[in-house]
């Protein structure tokens, strides 16, 4: 069934002049001018083909039609409310559901995941492995990828852009001067690769496990050169791609999602 169109910005302002019994009144509720209250009014009498208002010598009071339509009016109001209320519910929910990168979810995020579940008693995660899974059929919460922009999504960089050459250290047995490819950091021409792994967590694990030398994001790799699995070669360099918290705008904005940003950001 088709649905009648609603003026729903001036039942709004009728409402405000109902229970003021003043457009100024309404105007300082609203937050606009008396004029706009007026414009608003006179709008809403010429589409509903009545008139709500009537001015006497004691000032402003409805007219019979006007007070006939308040009670439904606010009771429509009132659904409204609870309907805002139940769609935002899922907005303080504790339930997550984040896709990352398998080898950043173990590397970086799992740990911190634990600090914030242990400030938030309850809180529950579902990890997807698939960090460039659509948002609407996974029904994600947000994702993390590994990105040169959040592109037409909201986001955040988590760090600088930094890769850094690794390799397995001496006093873990070292690694042979071979390379290992991924297709986040190709070889240079005529330089062979003793493995061509499919994404930076493979490069990670070949490169832990003492099969050669590979270029990867700082971020990734901290954790593994903290710990002494992996030492550096020279310094880190700069590069477009780095990690990005991300999600579409209504995602981005839910409270949930806003606290948990803000923890793993530090905001």
Not at 45 to 63: I, P, Y
Not at 93 to 98: K, Q
Not at 113 to 126: C, D, H, I, K, R
Not at 203 to 222: D, N, Y
Request: charged residues 20%; hydrophobic residues 45%.
């Amino acid at each position: 069934m088709k649905r009648t169109h609603l003026p729903l910005n001036a039942l709004r302002v009728y409402d405000a002049a109902a229970r003021h019994l003043s457009f100024t009144r309404a105007a300082d509720e609203l937050a606009v001018t008396p004029a706009a209250v007026g414009q608003q009014i006179r709008a809403l009498e010429d589409h509903l083909g009545v008139v709500l208002f009537r001015r006497t010598s004691k000032g402003l009071e409805l007219t019979p039609e006007g007070a006939a339509g308040l009670d439904p009016l606010r009771e429509g109001f009132l659904r409204f409310e609870e309907s805002v209320a139940a769609m935002q519910a899922g907005q303080s929910s504790d339930r997550y559901t984040i896709a990352a990168p398998r080898e950043f979810y173990a590397q970086w995020l799992a740990p911190r995941l634990a600090e914030f579940q242990a400030g938030t008693p309850g809180v529950v995660y579902s990890i997807v492995a698939n960090e460039n899974a659509d948002f609407t059929e996974a029904n994600l919460d947000l994702a993390i990828r590994l990105v040169d922009g959040p592109g037409e999504l909201e986001g955040v960089q988590l760090a600088a852009g930094n890769r850094v050459t690794v390799e397995r250290p001496a006093e873990a047995g070292g690694a042979p001067e071979t390379w290992i490819e991924w297709p986040g950091a190709p070889l240079p021409e005529g330089v062979r690769a003793c493995i061509k792994a499919g994404n930076a967590g493979q490069a990670l694990s070949s490169a832990i496990a003492g099969m050669g030398r590979a270029v990867l994001p700082l971020l990734l790799v901290q954790g593994a050169l903290d710990r002494g699995q992996l030492a550096a070669i020279g310094e880190p360099d700069e590069s477009r791609r780095a990690y990005w918290l991300v999600a579409p705008v209504p995602q981005w904005r839910s409270k949930k999602v806003k606290a948990l940003v803000a923890f793993l950001t530090g905001g």
